[in-house]
């Protein structure tokens, strides 16, 4: 395995997030990558995960999971004031943000947008 992971294939199950060295690392590792900013405790954040994850696993972006409790200043650093945010990167940079459910179509075509 080569240290240069750029354009790596995504994997088919969320990543979760642990800090903003983490999430660095899985943007930089491959070229799309939805990054779901999420709490436990949120109703919307639970209805969301099922299409998350479907999305994790059939399309070709990375999923990664982050949970705002346990993530506070990475939340904040992104301007996360509410549960579900999902944060869309593409080649390295920070490219949409959506806040609230949103359905499987939709997350599609935003993804399928960029990959």
Avoid at 16 to 34: F, K, N, P, R, S
Avoid at 89 to 104: R, T
Wanted: hydrophobic share 40%; proline share 4%.
């Amino acid at each position: 395995m080569t240290t240069d992971t750029e354009g790596a294939t995504a994997p088919e199950e969320p990543l979760h997030i642990d800090g903003q060295t983490d999430l660095e690392a899985t943007v930089g590792d491959y070229d799309v990558v939805l990054a779901d900013f999420y709490a436990d405790w949120c109703g919307p954040c639970k209805m969301l995960e099922p299409v998350v994850e479907s999305v994790a696993a059939e399309t070709d972006a990375a999923v990664a999971k982050v949970d705002v409790d346990a993530n506070q200043g990475l939340a904040t650093s992104f301007g996360v004031r509410g549960v579900p945010t999902l944060v869309l990167f593409a080649g390295g940079e920070q490219v949409e943000e959506v806040v609230g459910v949103q359905s499987e179509d939709q997350l599609r075509s935003l993804v399928d947008s960029y990959t």
